[in-house]
C-alpha cells in the first residue's frame, strides 16, 4: 500500500543551524502539506503546496521557513536559523484532492533544537 | 477565526464499553470532515465525512456528520486496549487546508 514517507524520522540540530526536512508523498498525490505538533500539542497547519507553488501558509510559516519540490518525488521543508521552539514533530501529508480527499501523513520527524 | 472543537478531551473506559467521541466546528466554505487515530507518531486515517446523514463504518468503528448542526461522532463499540489513543477531528475547507482539533485522549483499561 503506497505510504507517505519521511526522512530523517529524528533530527537534533543547534539553535542557529539549518535544517531541511524531506517526504515522499505517495505518488498520484497533488496536494501536500506539513504539519507541526509540538509535544502534547494540536496539530498545527504550515503550508499546503500545490501544481508547484504555495497554496496556503500559516502564521508560523514565516521567513525562516521554506518548502521545495526540487524533483518529481521530494517535498522538502527547510528551516533556515532554528530557534528553541522549533523543536516539535513536524509532519509530511498528501492527498490527490486536497480538501475534497483523504489526506495521508507521514511517519514524521522529531527536530529538537538544542 | 475558524475552529473545530473535541469533547470529551480525554475519557478512560473499560474494554468491552461503547464510546462516542463528538467533534464539533465553525469554519467557513465546509468541504470534509476527517476523523484520525493517533497513537505514538502519526495520525493514521479513519474516515473522510462529507455528506449529512450516511454513515461511513469500518470494523468496530462508526462516523455520521451532521451538516445542519456542524458536527459528528465517531463511535467504537466493544473498545479494546488497542483502541487507547487520541482521536483527531479535522476540518477541510475549499480551497484551503485543513483545521484541526485537539484531539480526545481514550484510554481503554483491560
Known amino acids: 500500500e503506497p505510504e507517505v514517507t519521511q526522512t530523517p524520522s529524528h533530527q537534533v540540530t543547534q539553535m542557529g543551524q539549518e535544517v531541511i526536512l524531506r517526504c515522499v508523498p505517495i505518488s498520484n498525490h497533488l496536494y501536500f502539506y506539513w504539519y507541526r505538533q509540538i509535544l502534547g500539542q494540536k496539530v498545527e497547519f504550515l503550508v499546503s503546496f500545490y501544481n508547484n507553488e504555495i497554496s496556503e501558509k500559516s502564521e508560523i510559516f514565516d521567513d525562516q521557513f521554506s518548502v521545495e519540490r526540487p524533483d518529481g518525488s521530494n517535498f522538502t521543508l527547510k528551516i533556515r536559523s532554528t530557534k528553541l521552539e522549533d523543536s516539535a514533530m513536524y509532519f509530511c501529508?498528501?492527498?490527490?484532492?486536497?480538501?475534497?480527499?483523504?489526506?495521508?501523513f507521514g511517519p514524521g520527524t522529531r527536530l529538537t533544537v538544542t | 477565526e475558524d475552529k473545530v472543537v473535541q469533547s470529551p478531551l480525554s475519557l478512560v473506559v473499560h474494554e468491552g464499553d461503547t464510546v462516542t467521541l463528538n467533534c464539533s466546528y465553525e469554519?467557513?466554505?465546509?468541504?470534509?470532515l476527517l476523523w484520525y487515530k493517533q497513537e505514538k507518531k502519526a495520525p493514521t486515517f479513519l474516515f473522510m465525512l462529507t455528506s449529512s446523514g450516511i454513515e461511513k463504518k469500518s470494523g468496530r468503528l462508526s462516523s455520521i456528520l451532521d451538516k445542519k448542526e456542524l458536527f459528528s461522532i465517531l463511535n467504537i463499540t466493544a473498545t479494546q486496549t488497542g483502541d487507547s489513543a487520541i482521536y483527531l477531528c479535522?476540518?477541510?475547507?475549499?480551497?484551503?487546508?485543513?483545521?484541526f482539533g485537539p484531539g480526545t485522549r481514550l484510554s481503554v483499561l483491560p
Open positions: 479535522a476540518v477541510g475547507r475549499y480551497g484551503q487546508n485543513f483545521v
Open positions: 501529508a498528501s492527498s490527490v484532492q486536497g480538501a475534497a480527499g483523504e489526506q495521508y
Open positions: 469554519v467557513t466554505n465546509f468541504r470534509s
